[in-house]
């Protein structure tokens, strides 16, 4: 079966040209995508190598950074963003993917997509390498990070669900260990909220609730699927990210400060190589939008071929588990 | 002038032996120390080398970390970690240090040596090292990293002025920066919570607010004095501190799995010290307590000598810098 990707080709820095060149690199690797390409028409076809399986639709507006995110997708209908959500809410397209602005983004998928009736508040979900030495587990995934600054207990209950058919259907994992982003891992820790929610997810049979977490454990792989509200977890996963990009810089720059270190390098170069794609986390695509009613990636805004691919897999990857579907059917049932 | 430093001997994962040997190395170090010493005076005796300047205060009991920290405090009189903070209370000390149960070490501010008034909540205040290439600012300094679980919008306030002083006083700095950490750096990003505490903060003439902070810029040295609700703040130096131990393991990890790898490491080996020793916050000393009427210093509890050693370091600049004094008269002509 064919998979069909609406892209919104104008998000981005580096949109549209790096944009493309990632669509065609995810084309060529994989046989079984389609794209359903959102942009200006002239503009794709001066950087399109090759047009197999690819359709282009034009947008005649762009949404930019710069914009107020849902003001912009209830304005901006003929924009490649929303015209790209637009299809796949039609169903003409399976999976929607932008690297544009984020809130316009998650409003597109609020709005124009719509939420999946029991979640009252959809989640973006990321998932990052574990680092530790034993290796047992690969990554491990979190969510909310960032798609609702204000959570309530009911949100935090949602996630839980939505992070373990994730960890089920994307991460092929039998039984995922949920784990709560807490400020100690026992019971009775936490503010108010976190304190309620440690309770309402041990309560909750359909997942495998292995209690709190801390942050400091989250790359050594304490839990596969980390709950957390939006405004903790992005705070955690903006301090993971700083740190391990502060380090990289910090150990390159001490070493150039010393020809004899500079020496040893050239014999290490396979180890920091190794060291660099494991906390790579491009591979891992970008952040899926949990709770509407399509699949909805969003990639970062610097995202070069390189992170245009690895989302588009996911993308793939997404609308093959049926994650969506199964997440839908769950919450049709209860 | 002598200073007098109460030390909890018995608290700690390696007490009461590497506590012993930290405070017997910073006596050694610095001639204007004198140390009032609580736990066990049998055990202290047979540990000590040299007792110039040390003060041994029989305690019958010790708080251990499974203790419920506001009930031992209660309970408890006669443990090292009371009987040290009582004698600050009744100046018999200058401050209080304890590797011992945190709460308890809270608690025992709060509720023996006493809030200072117009202070509703006191601050842990944690100060981490800038790893940037620029190296315009060698380290920043964030509260509440974790007294507080629950935070209102007055305590963000009121940690502001106490993170100000801070830097003012104990970092020399003529007029500190203070930022707000938030889920993005516009002026109206956040929680409700939040966008309230930008507003608050840009209106407080007595500090230099700087405006919202991401977690991702503070190895970047985005901020002097990160202001932070306890929860958020404690999320994100957790998130700091194990990223920087996972980054450091993973790359020991990969330059062993090579032989020509591991002969580059010979040539490198005083890059990796620095980067060892920019990262080492142990230098840092602990975390102060902030808001309370005389100087409370907190050191991890699975220090070693090396670390108490700057914990003493920091009680006595704490002490030497005034900062509780200056605090408290801020607070009392409000």
């Known amino acids: 079966m064919m998979i069909k990707i609406a892209v919104d080709v104008m998000g981005g820095d580096y949109a549209p040209q790096e944009i493309i060149k990632g669509i065609e690199k995810a084309r060529d690797t994989y046989n079984n995508l389609e794209f359903n390409l959102f942009g200006s028409v002239e503009k794709m076809k001066s950087l399109i190598q090759n047009m197999e399986r690819l359709n282009l639709i034009q947008a005649d507006s762009v949404i930019t950074m710069e914009d107020e995110p849902v003001r912009a997708v209830r304005r901006k209908k003929n924009s490649s963003l929303v015209l790209a959500a637009q299809s796949v809410k039609e169903s003409k397209s399976d999976v929607f993917l932008s690297a544009g602005n984020s809130g316009a983004v998650l409003a597109a998928g609020i709005f124009v997509i719509g939420r999946i009736k029991g979640i009252d508040r959809p989640a973006l979900t990321t998932t990052l390498p574990v680092v530790n030495e034993k290796q047992e587990h690969d990554f491990f995934t979190m969510l909310d990070v960032g798609a609702n600054a204000d959570t309530k207990l009911a949100n935090l209950s949602q996630f839980a669900i939505l992070g373990s058919f994730y960890g089920k259907y994307m991460n092929h994992l039998q039984n995922p260990r949920i784990g709560l982003l807490n400020n100690g891992t026992e019971f009775d820790k936490g503010d108010q909220l976190h304190k309620q929610a440690y309770e309402a997810l041990n309560n909750l049979d359909e997942i495998n609730f292995i209690g709190n977490v801390e942050s400091r454990e989250l790359l050594n792989g304490a839990a596969d699927i980390v709950v957390t509200d939006g405004f903790t977890g992005n705070a955690a996963l903006k301090a993971i990210e700083g740190t391990a990009l502060s380090m990289l810089h910090l150990i390159k720059y001490e070493i150039k400060q010393s020809v004899l270190a500079q020496m040893g390098y050239l014999f290490e ?34 995202s070069k071929a390189e992170t245009v691919f690895y989302g588009i897999k996911q993308a793939k990857e997404v609308v093959e588990s049926k994650l969506v579907e199964k997440t839908i059917d769950f919450f049709t049932k209860k």
């Open 269 to 302: 170069r396979n180890a920091f190589h190794r060291v660099g794609q494991k906390m790579n986390y491009q591979k891992y695509g970008g952040a899926v939008l949990l709770g509407v009613q399509k699949p909805v990636i969003k990639i970062h805004g610097s």
